[in-house]
């Protein structure tokens, strides 16, 4: 019997949502393998870079969940040569350690144009990705170059399942 990974079930979110709603041709891009995949080109068109964080806090003073992703300098530079060959989207997935607080997880899916907003992909320092969300609302995604609230990215809770990939 094979064993099952965080990354299998965390990866398998994006993948089966993106599978329902498109039905593309999906390939893995083997990038680290002795960690976990994280980039998968669909219908040969677009790239999805997946990356997930089971370390969501909640917040005492303004009720919200906030999850950090960490992109190493090596991941940038992975993403960098990416968006070389095709258009790339940061899929992060923020959960919780518990399965049975799986609904209360989140994906947000950061746009190409939008990645650049928030950080620096040409960096040699970690840049890092936070995601936050408060109840009833949009997600909100900033890093270090959008971090003050006006500047952040307002990502709606269903982009992944809105996400039109050519060829679908």
């Known amino acids: 019997m ?6 299998h079930l965390l990866h398998g979110i994006v993948l089966t949502k993106v599978l329902r709603n498109n039905n593309p041709t999906i390939r893995l891009v083997e990038t680290d393998t002795s960690n976990a995949w994280a980039a998968y080109i669909l219908n040969d068109a677009i790239i999805i ?5 089971l370390v969501g806090k909640k917040t005492q003073r303004v009720e919200k969940t906030v ?7 090596s991941e940038l530079g992975k993403i960098k040569e ?3 060959s095709h258009d790339a989207y940061l ?3 923020g959960g919780f350690p518990n399965i049975d607080d799986a609904k209360l997880m989140e994906i947000c899916v950061i746009e190409p144009d939008e990645i650049d907003k928030c950080m620096d992909v040409n960096s040699d320092k970690t840049q890092t990705i936070t995601v936050e969300v408060r109840p009833g ?13 006006r500047d952040k990215i307002i990502v709606s809770r269903n ?5 039109v990939i050519p060829g679908s």
Request: proline fraction near 7%.
């Open 159 to 163: 982009r992944l399942d809105a996400l």
């Open 91 to 93: 899929t992060l997935v």
């Open 2 to 7: 094979s064993q099952v990974r965080e990354f």
């Open 137 to 149: 609302e949009s997600l909100r995604a900033y890093g270090p170059k959008n971090f003050s609230d």
């Open 82 to 84: 990416l968006r070389k």
């Open 67 to 73: 999850w950090k992703f960490p992109f190493q300098p």
């Open 49 to 53: 870079y997946v990356k997930y964080s």
